[in-house]
């Protein structure tokens, strides 16, 4: 990822790469506003959900303008490029892949032509039947154009093209037509000359949220995002809704019926601690969820202390609960994105000193709780307590607020592979051996779910259990680089490495009935049998 990633506590270690998300969407309708603006700002405030491109596109009426480019929203923009986007109606994109690579020609929002003209498009997700939406592209439209053709390798282009519909369709004709035939996780923001949409999957895993302007409407993935704008928060765009707004006002159809499964991680790591989700303020969730670590692993000690900056909520509740003074143990350089520059081998093992600095006067004889949301390969954490105990602490326990993460993500985070996450194939106490703490305590799925107040049925917990709620195709249809493979010689596609063959697999055997699992040769490389 170009630039930095002051928000995300994970990318501690140079080319150590955490849990992203794949996108924030954020779209208005405004006459009399400078909607580019409105747009950067949103953009800005959503700018942890996506950091490798950023893109507004805005409409006048009568034409639509885009200007995008790899980088951070800051990075891309200047007051000479938003002084460019004209009009009232506005889409903007943060991109972070989870289906097609990071390049120019992946960012967002991406064009096609329609019936009356063209239509701009953000997406936030990712979809599970790529595969099966292309080959319907591409027998309604044989002489494939547009995105598609110019190298675009991303879900979100396949959606595009199938929203140019035909000229006997109008642009919601033909989305009410299209979103249904789409499986998997997705946030839409798109529009064309006249009118702005938004439509959010049926099971609703990632968020959306509508929200009023004096002048106008403000779509956006999280209520910070409103916020920045100065707009009020109306309500969440619904599970399977679409909604249309033009001169006429605001109106809403529905799609397909609600079947809520909102994803947990968001309240455990992905959305701001300022953002609320269905009704749940996300620090307080996370405040909630240190409490009840406190009470399912206490251990005595001196200092409780957070891994800058999301394990900040969990640390006060695990402080609050515990009665043990909480305290700032590590300072954060948020200045610090991704290295390039390939550092040496002794450099690398105190990489994290990059971010991340003991406040050694603090630590030294003291016994520390070390609050952190997740744990994914275990390389930050194993360096954070090596860190410590350099420092002089005595003795360093590590919590964790949410369950071992032991499954990916085919529904928008891009976690490591399964092979990598370390939970997969250690127990507890041997992952405590590998970080080097005194002792490790994960927040169990109960205490997780019962500190968002939202009940489990309402929840993917997929990451965590493996059950995944939205229906899976065979491993050949899945995969970040889906749309890029080459083909084989017989003309079939070579299909993703056997990793991804053995998730499917295992979570067939877990014989989850809401979802039809591919049917593979079972076998996990991460764990023995």
């Known amino acids: 990822m170009p630039g930095g990633d002051g928000l995300l506590n994970h990318d501690l270690l140079p080319n150590e790469k955490g849990p ?38 805005t409409s006048d009426g009568s034409k639509i303008l885009i200007y995008k480019d790899m980088g951070l929203v800051s990075q891309v923009f200047n007051e000479a490029s938003l002084s460019t986007l004209l009009g009232h109606i506005a889409v903007g994109h943060t991109r ?31 979809l599970t039947n ?121 109106r809403t159809q529905r799609f397909a019926k609600a079947e809520p499964k909102g994803c947990v991680f968001e309240y455990v790591y992905l959305a701001r601690p300022d953002t609320t989700i269905a009704g749940r303020g996300v620090h307080e969730a996370r405040v909630e969820m240190g409490r009840k670590l406190a009470a399912e692993y206490p251990v005595e000690a001196d200092l409780v202390i957070p891994t800058p900056e999301s394990g900040t909520p969990a640390a006060i509740g695990y402080a609050q609960a515990s009665g043990i003074p909480f305290g700032q143990g590590l300072v954060k350089n948020s200045y610090v994105g991704r290295t390039f520059i390939a550092p040496s081998q002794t450099i690398r093992q105190r990489g994290i000193r990059l971010k991340l600095n003991p406040l050694k006067n603090v630590i030294k004889g003291k016994r520390l709780i070390v609050v ?86 309402r929840l993917c917990t997929a990451c965590f259990t493996g059950v995944y709620p939205i229906a899976l195709p065979e491993s050949q249809h899945l995969g970040k680089n889906l749309l890029e493979r080459p083909t084989a010689s017989n003309g079939c596609d070579p299909g993703p490495d056997s990793d991804l063959e053995a998730v499917l697999a295992l979570a067939a055997r877990k014989e989850e009935p809401l979802a039809r699992l591919g049917q593979v040769p079972f076998g996990d490389p991460g764990r023995p049998e």
């Not at 998300?21 to 700018?47: H, I, N, R, T």
């Not at 892949?97 to 929002?109: D, E, H, L, V």
């Not at 919601?172 to 499986?183: K, N, S």
Request: net charge negative; hydrophobic share 40%; with cysteine.
């Open 96 to 126: 972070y892949s989870t289906t097609g690579s990071s390049s120019w020609q992946n960012a967002q929002p991406t064009l096609g032509r329609t019936s009356s003209g063209t239509v701009a498009l953000g997406h936030n997700g990712n």
């Open 130 to 250: 790529t595969a099966e939406l292309l080959q319907l592209v591409r027998e309604r439209y044989p002489q494939v154009d547009g995105e598609l053709a110019r190298g675009n390798t991303t879900d979100t282009a396949v959606v595009t093209a199938l929203l140019t519909g035909d000229l006997d369709h109008t642009l919601e004709a033909t989305a009410l037509e299209v979103l249904p035939r789409l499986r998997g996780a997705y946030c839409l923001v798109f529009m064309d000359e006249t009118t702005l949409y938004a439509a959010r999957d049926p099971q609703g895993v990632r968020p959306l949220v509508l929200g009023r302007l004096e002048r106008g409407w403000v779509v956006a993935s999280e209520t910070a995002a409103l916020d920045i704008v100065g707009a009020s928060f109306v309500r969440e765009v619904e599970p399977g809704e679409l909604i249309t707004i033009d001169e006429n006002g605001l």
């Open 372 to 457: 952190d949301d997740s744990i994914v390969r275990g390389n930050t954490q194993r360096a954070l307590v090596s860190m410590l105990r350099e420092a002089g602490a005595a003795e360093v326990h590590v919590r964790i607020s949410s369950p071992p993460i032991t499954w990916p993500c085919f529904y928008g985070i891009d976690f490591a592979s399964r092979a990598e996450l370390i939970a997969t194939g250690l127990e507890i106490d041997e992952v405590r051996q590998s970080i080097g703490a005194d002792s490790l305590g994960y927040l169990s799925e109960d205490g997780m779910i019962e500190a968002t107040e939202q009940p489990r049925e």
């Open 20 to 57: 992203q998300d794949a996108c924030g969407v954020f779209g208005v309708w405004a006459p009399g506003e400078e909607v580019a603006k409105l747009s950067y700002f949103g953009l800005y405030a959503l700018q942890h959900r996506g950091q490798e491109s950023a893109g507004i596109a």
